[in-house]
Structure formats: C-alpha cells, structure tokens
C-alpha cells in the first residue's frame, strides 16, 4: 500500500490514487484507531491520510461514542455536543464525563489552534482513562474565537484567561482548580493512544516512591520522539531513541528513572505538584520548566518514572515552533543557562559530558553497579524451575539497586518478556540491531559485572566477554550438568550419556577457574567443583526465595498426590513414569481412592500416556492454577531418581504447607530437608510414606508446620540477596 503513494505538489497522491476508498471512515479520522489495527506503519499512513484527505473533504463528520458513559455517582454523562470548524470543515461530537471525585485531572494548556486542540480532545474521549477523571482546557487569552466553540461541549472544563500568562503559569493556574489526586499535564498538539492514561496511573498508585511518570513520545509519522530523556552535565538535554523508526524495540520498552520526561505528557501527585509551588516560574514563558521539576521531584525524595505502556503521538513544534531564534522558542537557549546554574552541582555530580556513557546515562546510573546476565533464553516461570531461580537473583539485584541487562541467547521475545521489563530490566533480544561483540564493544566500559549461566551458554560467550570488557564474571550454574547427566548414564546403564557426561564434564571444568566467582545452590555441589578445579572460586548461593509464611495450613481432606515438574527435562519424565507405574499401584492396592496429578509444561509422550485410571496429565498451567492444585493436593510426591542442584518443587510444596515425600535426590542439598519431609530410595518404601501422610493427620499437621517454618527462616527473600550480593562482591574473590 504505501509503495504507491507518491502525492506530487499541488495534488493529493491519497486521492489520485484512491487508497482512501479501501479505509472506513472510522479509520481515516482516527491514526491512533488505525495504529492499534495495523501498527506503526498503518500509523504513518493514517497520519498522512489526515494530513491530506480529512480538512479537504468539507462536510466530513467523525461521530463521537454513542455510549453514555456514568458517573461515579451512576448518573449519565451529559449529550454529545457536536463542533464545526468553517476553516477545516470539520466536524465532530464531542462529550466528557462528570464524576464528583476525579482521580485523574488531565489539563490541557492551549494558545489558540482550535483544531489541534479538537484533536487531541477527540483522542481523549476515544481512549479516555478506566477511572474517574476530569478533562480541563486552559486557553491562553489567544484571540482566536474558535476557541470559545468548546464552551458548548459537555463535561468539559474551559478556562478562558483574561490576559495572557505564558504557557508555564497558564498550566499552574490549571493545576489550581484540578480536584484529581493525579496531574496529567497533556499538551493540546498531542493523541493519546490506547491505555495512555491508565498505565500513568497505575505507575503512580502501585510505586508510591514515584512522584513523576510520563509518556511514550511519538512524532507524527510513527517515529520514535522520545522514551524519556537525559540531561548531560552542561544542562543539554537529549531525547533518548529520537528519530528511531522502531519505536517498539526492547531498548524502549522497559521502565526505568530518567533525568526528566517532556512535559507533553507527564503525570503527578497533585499534592507534590503543590508543595513544589508548581512549574518555577523563573523559566517563564517555557522550556526546562518540565526539567528542572523533574530535578526537583527527586530533591523531594522521589522517583522520575519513564514509562512505557503510555505512547502519545506528539506534533513537536505546533505549540511554539522549531526555530530556536524567535517566539517562545528563543526562551530554552536562555533557561538551559538557567538550569545550568540552578543544578550545576548535582549535574557535575551525577551527569555525564555529552555524549558519552549512554548506557548509563538513559536510566540514571551513574552510581548504581550495572550487570549483564546471558542465558539460553528469557526465563519462562511457568516452564522449569531455572527459570524461577534466574528470577530469584533478578528480583533481588534489581530490589538491591543494580541495573540489569538481559541478553537471551537464543535472541526471542517471549510471553514472559513483558513481565521481566516491568522489573526494571532492559531485554537485548532481536530488536537490539547489534551484535554481541559490538554492543561490548560499545558498552562493555559501563558493566561492573557480567553474569553467565549454564555451561553451553559460557562457552559461546565467555571469550566474547573477557575480550570485551574488565568487568567481574560470575559463573551461575543452576546445577553441576555432568553430574546429572552421569546419574541418569549409571541409572539406564547408558554408555551414550556416560560419553556425554564426561565430555559435559570437561567443559565444565574448563569454564570454572576463568570465572572470579562460580555460584551453585548446594554446598555439596560448590566443595565438588573445589575439589576438581581448586582455583575456581566457588560459593554457595540460595537457590529460590518465597515470602515467609507461618501461618498454619488447615489439614486437606481427599487423597490427591501431587507431583510438578517441567516435562522438558528428563529426571521428571522418569520420576513421573517411575510413580505412576511402580508407585501407584502401591498406594491404590490400600487407598483405592488415592489419585494423582501430574502438573507441568512440556509433557512427553511417555507422561502423556499415563493419563489413565485415576491419573490426570495437566499440561502447561498458569501460578493461579498451580496454588489451587497445591491447596486442593493432600501430599505432594517428588520421587526423582537422578538430577542435580536444588529442587525448586520441593521447597515449593513446603512453601504452601504441602507435606512430601521424595528421594535422597530430591533432597539433595537443602539443609535440615529430614526433619521436614519423608525420604525413601524404593517404590516400596516411597509408596508406604504416601499412605502414612493420607491415613495419619496428625503427621500430616506436624510435616506441614515443619516445611513452612524451614521455608520462612531459611529462604525468605531477605536472606536470599544478602548472601547473593556477599557472594558477587569482590571482598569473595
């Protein structure tokens, strides 16, 4: 489509060659609908569709929604009011909501331009916030008497100044009368997009350390404008990623603190807003006033939020023009001097020379430590029990203050990918352009730190690494493979695997001692890797954390046994087959009622033909579902014959007060596991431990509170960062 539109001066190239004809109206009056339907590309033509073909067609008319929305008092909204501009021969229906207590004030400064202001109006009520809001116009005594025009629109708030303030005091006097909690500063030369708003005030309701949140900037052609933006030490600012026509790379989509956010669309706590007395008006008419409230925002003790899920389209330059030599423009030369001397030595403090240090400089990190962490993939919770480890020290260098940088091996954008940026981590999957040699090389000068996990993955990177950059290695090994992988050759009496084994086991050796730490989850498996590389600088780290939990666990009736596990990985599939055709047999011959949940992603065919006689075979299930299972389940069964490292089902059964029964395998590695759960070696055994926990209630109250009270004291999250961070410092080497 956009290969033929080639418009030639003095014609429309939209209307010469009929593309506007395939598009419902619905779509050619609305880029930011369009955009939604079709993504940025569509975005870049719908805006040129506008451009072109909606102020020639006089007569066109948008309808607004035809829904009354109500107030929260459930009273309708008021009627639609329908605008027409002569000048454009535009028309459309306008209406707005009244609620008696707004949590959201969207203050809308303008300065004349009746049709910039209708369209970013039109955008409101089309995306409008889920929660109880207030939309305010502060016209600017701007002469234009189209503007009186919105007096008429219901639900609308118009401030009609007198006189001219200038656009800073014009906004504080707006901010006056607001009744919301939040601000939404919104400039009229915007559109909001869908879930603008609310992704604004969810930032500020769910981090009450963040005192100012703003948008994703986009230029009229879908262009990145700017995802928040740095402040170098001479008060120069640069809107990060402008002019980037992947405005949805990973590099963007992650939130994080930033030096300021342009006051285009910024949110904050009216209360703050007031307490800071406002934009300062020293920076009259405009410009840096938006920074140097930024800076004063974190002054107070807050955090400045860029976030993400908020995108506005923003036609730069309709407000005050492009030409920095005249009008309101003249005024950012004159007010960066201002901020210059205002901030001089917080800048030399905490700001970089232009240019340089980027990484560090786009999410304000001058004095926090910085760490790269590669694996195979990015972590999928619902997948395997890694995967919740690799969260685990996630979480808690992120809660420490580091700033992380994920780089997936295999370089895919997962489902999961979404829920790791929002823990403040930047993702480097396919849509980073470079390589990882070159983005080292760029960046490598910034990391304290680069943490890499699992063996195959170190022995693609790791010469990559210590070329490219001084920072620490830590090695994380989730578990000793080679040890694994000879369990399960001893187990099947395989001469393949044990050939496997040792090859892994080479590799592994060799990975160890060019590492300044090597991190493991068991102290058996860290005084093995000293005993077979005494150079490698091993260290036992908490292999998984859980909220401590004391409270006691009513005892569960039924005879349900549980076993979890990711079916992608071979010592489940063998424990699954192992308890449903050894084990079972066992315990249905004495509880004829006993039946068992096999709950995991990835299950082979070997699990899956076990879903007979009593047997169900779950599949993938979200956490929700898995708790429900947990607390539906009376005992839990772990029976793995061979494997390595710490398993994560077994603390998470202890973790909900699940009683357990496993083998010395499944135990492995977890300090004071005996006094907690039942371990046996032979389905005979393993099958007479199963029946005491659903016979005896009494054992069941006692196992229960043992394996919460294990939990609560030894992996809370507190515990887990401070022997994780004690064993990244450098004081360990």
Known sequence: MTSSFRPGPGFSGIRDDGLYKRLPSRLLSNPARLMVKTGHRGLRFALRVCR???PARTGFRREGGKAARENSQGVPACETKNLAFEKTGFQISLRFPRYANPLLSIVIPSYGQAPVTLRCLRSVMQNPPACAYEVIVAEDASGDPDMARFREVPGLLLLERPKNLGFLRNCNEAARVASGKYLHFLNNDTEVLPGAFDALVRRL???????LTG????????????????VWNDAAGMNFGRNDSEPDRAAYNWPRDADYISGASIAIPRTLFYSLNGFDEIFAPAYYEDTDLAFRVREAGYRVVYEPA?????YE????GTDEGQGVKACQARNRSIMLSRWKTVLEADHFKPGTHGLRAAARARHRPVILIIDHYVPEPDRDAGSRATLCVIQALAEAGWLIKFWP??????TWSHDLEQTGVEILDHTCPQSFSAWLEENGKDLDHVMIMRPVVAQEFLPVVIAGTDARRSYYGHDIHFLRIMREADLKESRALRDEALSMRD?????????DVVLYLSDYETELVRELVPAAHARTVLPFCFTPDRSPRSVTDGATILFVGGFAHPPNIDAAVWLKNEIMPLVMARVPEARLILAGSNPAPAVRVLAYDRTTITGSISDGELARLYASARVAAVPLRFGAGVKNKVLEALDHGLPLVTTPVGAEGIPGIGATCSIA?????????????????GLWRQRSDQGKCLISEEFSPGRFSEILLHALSRQQS
């Open 52 to 54: 072109e073909f909606v």
């Open 205 to 211: 309701e769910s981090d009450p350390a963040t005192g």
């Open 215 to 230: 948008s994703k900037l986009l230029f009229a052609d879908g262009k990145l404008q700017e995802a928040g933006g740095i």
């Open 310 to 314: 908020s995108v506005v389209i923003h």
């Open 317 to 320: 330059g309709l407000s005050h």
């Open 409 to 414: 091996m295999d370089r895919k954008r997962k």
């Open 507 to 515: 590799l592994e050796m060799s990975l160890w001692p060019q590492f």
């Open 681 to 697: 070696e032979d389905a005979a055994a393993f099958a007479e431990l199963l029946i005491r926990l659903l016979e005896d209630d």
